[in-house]
C-alpha cells in the first residue's frame, strides 16, 4: 500500500512537472514570436534616416543575438526560478510550522544577500549591457567586412582589418572575463550566508536545548531545513547570471522598438489614385541633419506623360528630390503635391505602389529571376514577365541563364555582370506598369554596347508614362521635355535640351565638357 502511494505521489510529480515545463516553454515561445515578430515590424517601418545612422550588424543583432537572449530565458530560467521560489515558500512555511523563532534566526541572514545581490546587479547590469553593445559590433564588422571583401583583397587590407576584428574581439572578452569574475565573487557570498545560517540555527538552538526549551529534534529538522531552504537559491544564483544577460537584451530589443517612425502615415490617411495631371514641388527645403539644408526652395512641375530630367554635380541634390517624393524622407519646408494632394496626407504604401525606383545600384534577393522581377506581385504572371523581358531585350540573356528565369541568384548576385543585373532591374520595372518611372543614374554604370541595347527599349518603357531620369550622361536625357539643373541644391536653370545650350549656362558647360571628353576619347 505505501509503495502504491509513494509510486503515486512520484508519478504525480513527474506529470506536475512536464505540464509545468510545457505549458512555460510554449508560453516562452509565444512571448518570444510576439517579440520577434514586433522587432522585425518595427524595423520594416523605420524611415532611411535610422538605416543611415545604425549599421546592419547592429540590427541584425536585435532580431537574432539579443531575442535569443531571451529564448535562453525562457526555456530554462523560467521553469527553474518558478519552481524554486515555490519551494522556498514551501520550505519556509514547514518551518514557521515548527518553530517560528528558529525560522527568524534562519532567514535573519536574507538582508546580507539581499545586499550582495542589488550591488551585484548593479555592477553586472553595466557588464552585460557592454556585452550586448560588443556583440552588435562584431555583427556589424562581420557584415562590413563580407560585403566589401573585393576592395578589402584587392587592396591587401588582411592584416588591417584582422588586427580591428582583433581589438574589437578583445574588447568582448574582456567584459566576458568581468562577468565571471562578479559571478566568481557573487557565488561564495551565498555559502557564506548559508554557513551563516547554519550557525546562527546551531548557536541558538543548542542554548535553548541547554536551557530545557527546545529538543535535538528541532535542531536536526532546522539543519536539514537551511540545507533545503538554501539549495534553490544557489539554483537561483547559478540562473541570476542568464536573467541579467535578458535583462540587458531587453534593453536593446526595446530601444530599437522605441525608435521613432518619423515618416508615419497620418490618422486616416488617403489612397492614391494614378496620376491624372501633375506633379509639383512648390518651394521644397531639405536637410539630412539640423541646419544644415541640401535644397533650398525647389519648385517645378512635371505633368502627366512627360519625361524630366534632372542633372548637376555630385552632391547637388538631385537623389535627394527622390528620397522626398517617394517620402523616404519628409521635407522641412514647403510641399510635395501630386494631382494638387499633398503626399504628406497619402498612404505611404499606397504612393510608392504608383511609382517605380531604378537605382545605379541594383539589389537582387536570393530568388529566383521570375522572383526578382515579379517581387512575389500575385498580379504579375509569367506572361507578364516574359513580355518585359522580351520588350527590353533580356529575354535572350535571361534564358541563357542554367534554369531560364527560375534560376536562383546566389547573394548579391555575383555571377551576374552590372548590365545583367539592371536589364532585370528594368524588367521589374517595366513588369509593375508604375504611373512614375525613376530613373537614379541606372545607366551610369552599364558598358555602352548594354547602354545601346537598353536605350532602343527606352521609348518602350517611357512610352506614355511620366518619368524622371536622373543621369551624368547628358545623352541619356537630351530626350526629355524638360531639363532642370541644379547647383549646391538650388535650381539654377530649367528648360529642354536646345533652350539650356543657346541659355550658355551650367548645361551648357557641362554639356561642352562631356562633349571635349568623348571627343578625346
Same mark, same amino acid.
Given at each position: 500500500?505505501?509503495?502504491?502511494?509513494?509510486?503515486?505521489?512520484?508519478?504525480?510529480?513527474?506529470?506536475?512537472?512536464?505540464?509545468?515545463?510545457?505549458?512555460?516553454?510554449?508560453?516562452?515561445?509565444?512571448?518570444?514570436?510576439?517579440?520577434?515578430?514586433?522587432?522585425?515590424?518595427?524595423?520594416?517601418?523605420?524611415?532611411?534616416?535610422?538605416?543611415?545612422?545604425?549599421?546592419?550588424?547592429?540590427?541584425?543583432?536585435?532580431?537574432?543575438?539579443?531575442?535569443?537572449?531571451?529564448?535562453?530565458?525562457?526555456?530554462?530560467?523560467?521553469?527553474?526560478?518558478?519552481?524554486?521560489?515555490?519551494?522556498?515558500?514551501?520550505?519556509?512555511?514547514?518551518?514557521?510550522?515548527?518553530?517560528?523563532?528558529?525560522?527568524?534566526?534562519?532567514?535573519?541572514?536574507?538582508?546580507?544577500?539581499?545586499t550582495a545581490t542589488v550591488i551585484f546587479r548593479k555592477k553586472v547590469r553595466v557588464v552585460y549591457s557592454e556585452s550586448r553593445?560588443?556583440?552588435?559590433?562584431?555583427?556589424?564588422?562581420?557584415n562590413e567586412y563580407i560585403t566589401g571583401i573585393t576592395t578589402i583583397q584587392l587592396y591587401s587590407q588582411e592584416k588591417a582589418?584582422?588586427?580591428?576584428?582583433?581589438?574589437?574581439?578583445?574588447?568582448?572578452?574582456?567584459?566576458?572575463?568581468?562577468?565571471?569574475?562578479?559571478?566568481?565573487?557573487?557565488?561564495?557570498?551565498?555559502?557564506?550566508?548559508?554557513?551563516?545560517?547554519?550557525?546562527?540555527?546551531?548557536?541558538?538552538?543548542?542554548?535553548?536545548?541547554?536551557?530545557?526549551?527546545?529538543?535535538?529534534?528541532?535542531?536536526?529538522?532546522?539543519?536539514?531545513?537551511?540545507?533545503?531552504?538554501?539549495?534553490?537559491?544557489?539554483?537561483?544564483?547559478?540562473?541570476?547570471?542568464?536573467?541579467?544577460?535578458?535583462?540587458?537584451?531587453?534593453?536593446?530589443?526595446?530601444?530599437?522598438?522605441?525608435?521613432?517612425?518619423?515618416?508615419?502615415? %497620418?490618422?486616416? +490617411? !488617403? @489612397?492614391?489614385?494614378?496620376?491624372?495631371?501633375? #506633379?509639383?514641388?512648390?518651394?521644397?527645403? =531639405?536637410?539630412? *541633419?539640423?541646419?544644415?539644408?541640401?535644397?533650398?526652395?525647389?519648385?517645378?512641375?512635371?505633368?502627366?506623360?512627360?519625361?524630366?530630367?534632372i542633372v548637376g554635380a555630385t552632391g547637388s541634390g538631385k537623389s535627394s528630390l527622390i528620397n522626398l517624393l517617394c517620402r523616404?524622407?519628409?521635407?522641412?519646408?514647403?510641399?510635395?503635391?501630386?494631382?494638387?494632394?499633398?503626399?504628406?496626407?497619402?498612404?505611404?504604401?499606397?504612393?510608392?505602389?504608383?511609382?517605380?525606383?531604378?537605382?545605379?545600384?541594383?539589389?537582387?534577393?536570393?530568388?529566383?529571376?521570375?522572383?526578382?522581377?515579379?517581387?512575389?506581385?500575385?498580379?504579375?504572371?509569367?506572361?507578364? %514577365?516574359?513580355? +518585359? !523581358? @522580351?520588350?527590353?531585350?533580356?529575354?535572350?540573356? #535571361?534564358?541563357?541563364?542554367?534554369?531560364? =528565369?527560375?534560376? *536562383?541568384?546566389?547573394?548579391?548576385?555575383?555571377?551576374?555582370?552590372?548590365?545583367?543585373?539592371?536589364?532585370?532591374?528594368?524588367?521589374?520595372?517595366?513588369?509593375?506598369?508604375?504611373?512614375?518611372?525613376?530613373?537614379?543614374?541606372?545607366?551610369?554604370?552599364?558598358?555602352?554596347?548594354?547602354?545601346?541595347?537598353?536605350?532602343?527599349?527606352?521609348?518602350?518603357?517611357?512610352?506614355?508614362?511620366?518619368?524622371?531620369?536622373?543621369?551624368?550622361?547628358?545623352?541619356?536625357?537630351?530626350?526629355?521635355?524638360?531639363?532642370?539643373?541644379?547647383?549646391?541644391?538650388?535650381?539654377?536653370?530649367?528648360?529642354?535640351?536646345?533652350?539650356?545650350?543657346?541659355?550658355?549656362?551650367?548645361? !551648357?558647360?557641362?554639356?561642352?565638357?562631356?562633349?571635349?571628353?568623348?571627343?578625346?576619347?
Amino acid at each position: 500500500m505505501i509503495v502504491a502511494l509513494v509510486l503515486c505521489v512520484l508519478l504525480l510529480h513527474s506529470f506536475l512537472n512536464y505540464i509545468t515545463t510545457l505549458l512555460l516553454q510554449r508560453t516562452g515561445q509565444k512571448i518570444l514570436f510576439d517579440i520577434r515578430m514586433a522587432v522585425f515590424t518595427h524595423i520594416q517601418s523605420l524611415s532611411l534616416r535610422s538605416y543611415d545612422t545604425t549599421p546592419v550588424g547592429r540590427l541584425v543583432t536585435r532580431v537574432t543575438n539579443d531575442i535569443e537572449a531571451l529564448n535562453e530565458l525562457f526555456s530554462s530560467g523560467v521553469v527553474t526560478i518558478f519552481s524554486d521560489i515555490l519551494l522556498i515558500l514551501f520550505i519556509v512555511s514547514f518551518m514557521f510550522a515548527i518553530s517560528w523563532e528558529v525560522t527568524l534566526v534562519t532567514i535573519g541572514v536574507l538582508p546580507v544577500l539581499f545586499t550582495a545581490t542589488v550591488i551585484f546587479r548593479k555592477k553586472v547590469r553595466v557588464v552585460y549591457s557592454e556585452s550586448r553593445r560588443l556583440i552588435g559590433k562584431l555583427n556589424a564588422f562581420l557584415n562590413e567586412y563580407i560585403t566589401g571583401i573585393t576592395t578589402i583583397q584587392l587592396y591587401s587590407q588582411e592584416k588591417a582589418r584582422f588586427k580591428h576584428f582583433d581589438e574589437i574581439n578583445s574588447e568582448h572578452r574582456d567584459v566576458q572575463l568581468k562577468t565571471i569574475f562578479y559571478y566568481a565573487l557573487f557565488f561564495p557570498v551565498v555559502e557564506f550566508t548559508s554557513a551563516l545560517a547554519l550557525a546562527l540555527i546551531l548557536w541558538y538552538t543548542s542554548t535553548n536545548i541547554f536551557n530545557g526549551i527546545m529538543t535535538l529534534g528541532i535542531l536536526i529538522a532546522f539543519t536539514q531545513y537551511a540545507e533545503m531552504f538554501f539549495r534553490p537559491i544557489r539554483d537561483l544564483t547559478e540562473k541570476y547570471n542568464t536573467l541579467q544577460s535578458a535583462i540587458a537584451a531587453a534593453e536593446r530589443i526595446f530601444d530599437i522598438l522605441d525608435t521613432p517612425i518619423p515618416t508615419k502615415d %497620418i490618422v486616416n +490617411a !488617403a @489612397k492614391m489614385d494614378s496620376i491624372q495631371h501633375e #506633379i509639383s514641388f512648390n518651394n521644397v527645403s =531639405f536637410g539630412y *541633419v539640423s541646419n544644415k539644408q541640401v535644397l533650398h526652395n525647389i519648385s517645378f512641375t512635371v505633368n502627366k506623360g512627360e519625361m524630366i530630367a534632372i542633372v548637376g554635380a555630385t552632391g547637388s541634390g538631385k537623389s535627394s528630390l527622390i528620397n522626398l517624393l517617394c517620402r523616404f524622407y519628409d521635407i522641412d519646408q514647403g510641399t510635395i503635391t501630386i494631382d494638387g494632394i499633398d503626399i504628406r496626407t497619402l498612404q505611404q504604401q499606397s504612393l510608392r505602389s504608383h511609382i517605380a525606383l531604378v537605382l545605379q545600384d541594383v539589389f537582387l534577393f536570393s530568388r529566383s529571376v521570375a522572383d526578382n522581377i515579379s517581387l512575389g506581385n500575385p498580379y504579375i504572371t509569367r506572361d507578364h %514577365i516574359i513580355q +518585359a !523581358a @522580351k520588350a527590353l531585350g533580356a529575354y535572350d540573356f #535571361i534564358q541563357s541563364l542554367p534554369q531560364g =528565369f527560375d534560376t *536562383v541568384m546566389i547573394e548579391r548576385a555575383g555571377t551576374l555582370s552590372v548590365g545583367q543585373k539592371q536589364l532585370i532591374s528594368f524588367c521589374r520595372a517595366l513588369a509593375f506598369n508604375p504611373d512614375l518611372l525613376i530613373l537614379d543614374e541606372a545607366t551610369s554604370s552599364i558598358d555602352t554596347e548594354t547602354e545601346q541595347l537598353i536605350n532602343t527599349s527606352l521609348d518602350t518603357l517611357l512610352h506614355n508614362r511620366t518619368s524622371i531620369v536622373i543621369a551624368h550622361r547628358l545623352s541619356t536625357i537630351q530626350r526629355a521635355d524638360k531639363i532642370l539643373v541644379l547647383h549646391q541644391g538650388e535650381l539654377k536653370e530649367s528648360g529642354n535640351h536646345q533652350e539650356l545650350l543657346a541659355l550658355n549656362g551650367l548645361y !551648357a558647360r557641362l554639356y561642352r565638357l562631356q562633349y571635349v571628353d568623348n571627343t578625346m576619347l
